[in-house]
């Protein structure tokens, strides 16, 4: 969808300024001068010129996430997941993480030993599952909703519990199996309830407010 933008960008620049040549050449470069409109932005110079697609950002930020720490340190890591997460935010991008195969290294980190590390993983889940029923699904599918009501329930970092229950009220939300996923994954001390519908939001507020004073215990 984006590169499709940028192509017809690249059209109509090039058949705004296709006249050109008809016009005074004094006149036409003042013009073009004062216009800043008239030029290519940054997306259409990077499909001219043949720069990194989105699909591309987000697989090298991907290898820097998963590389040995001697080769990325933990501060470059977390830069690119900073990268990472604001790509996903684009529906189409989030929806690409399957054909990329960006789905398994991503869901791998909510084992990693790293509590930021961790946390990201739990955020960027979050963001890639918002209001998007093909993520919803890809998380579920990839085993990830235990792992993050484990992060929720047991982490000893707060700030990793905080996040994965953000990614699973986000998961959950008018998605039925990944709701009934959930209940199964939770301890009876923390949820005793059974038979949630992912619709009721009432329901899953409460659900889901459960697991945010979970966050909160010392």
């Known amino acids: 969808m984006a590169d499709q933008a940028s192509l017809n960008g690249l059209l109509q620049w090039s058949i705004k300024n296709s006249d050109s040549s008809h016009s005074d050449a004094t006149n036409e470069t003042t013009t073009q001068e004062r216009d800043p409109n008239r030029g290519l932005n940054a997306d259409m110079l990077a499909q001219l010129m043949g720069g990194p697609s989105d699909a591309d950002r987000m697989r090298d930020a991907m290898s820097a996430i998963v590389a040995p720490t001697d080769q990325v340190d933990l501060e470059n890591k977390l830069v690119a997941w900073d990268n990472f997460e604001q790509l996903i935010e684009n529906l189409d991008n989030a929806n690409n993480m399957e054909v990329l195969g960006l789905w398994t290294p991503l869901v791998q ?44 329930t047991e982490d000893d970092n707060q700030a990793v519990r905080k996040k994965a229950v953000s990614a699973l009220s986000s998961q959950v ?37 459960t697991l945010r004073d979970q966050v909160t215990r010392t």
């Open 109 to 152: 980190q909510l084992e990693n030993a790293e509590a930021e590390m961790r946390r990201m993983a739990a955020w960027c889940c979050s963001t890639a599952v918002q209001n998007n029923v093909k993520s919803q699904e890809r998380l579920l599918a990839m085993g990830a909703v235990p792992k993050l009501a484990k992060l929720a």
């Open 173 to 209: 939300r008018n998605y039925q199996p990944a709701l009934d996923e959930l209940e199964k994954s939770l301890p009876e001390s923390v949820w005793k309830r059974k038979g949630l519908e992912a619709g009721d939001m009432d329901a899953v507020d409460e659900l889901i407010q």
